[in-house]
Nanobody, 121 residues
Framework: QVQVVESGGGLVQPGGSLRLSCAVS????????MGWYRQAPEKQRELVAR???????NYVDSVKGRFTISRDNAKNTVYLQMNSLKPEDTAVYYCNAGLTTTMTTPLRDYWGQGTQVTVSS
């Protein structure tokens, strides 16, 4: 079994900051790319930021310069530092990890349950 648990969401005023964390635990052989996605009401889920096992990163254009993704491989944890938050960042944020559970099992995506981020005055 693999568990993906996000934390750090909440209510913040425009211009404020939040830091999301996502810990992956359980039967893990190797974690590859990890990422954060978000889904606002009545919108499709979109990739916000992604980081490879070698720490290469990419971001959706709307968060470049404001959000930073990082990972701690020793803790199987990925972070999303969100600065200069805007109301349009309001969404449920989901953590994603691509991993294998043994040497021979195929790569598979695992998802967290999501954490709400609300940016409002």
């Amino acid at each position: 079994q693999v568990q993906v648990v996000e934390s750090g969401g909440g209510l913040v005023q425009p211009g404020g900051s939040l830091r999301l964390s996502c810990a992956v635990s359980g039967r893990i052989f190797r974690i590859y790319a990890m990422g954060w996605y978000r889904q606002a009401p009545e919108k499709q889920r979109e990739l916000v930021a992604r980081i490879t096992s070698g720490s290469s990163t990419n971001y959706v254009d709307s968060v470049k310069g404001r959000f930073t993704i990082s990972r701690d491989n020793a803790k199987n944890t990925v972070y999303l530092q969100m600065n200069s938050l805007k109301p349009e960042d309001t969404a449920v944020y989901y953590c994603n990890a691509g991993l294998t559970t043994t040497m021979t099992t195929p790569l598979r995506d695992y998802w967290g349950q999501g954490t709400q981020v609300t940016v409002s005055s």
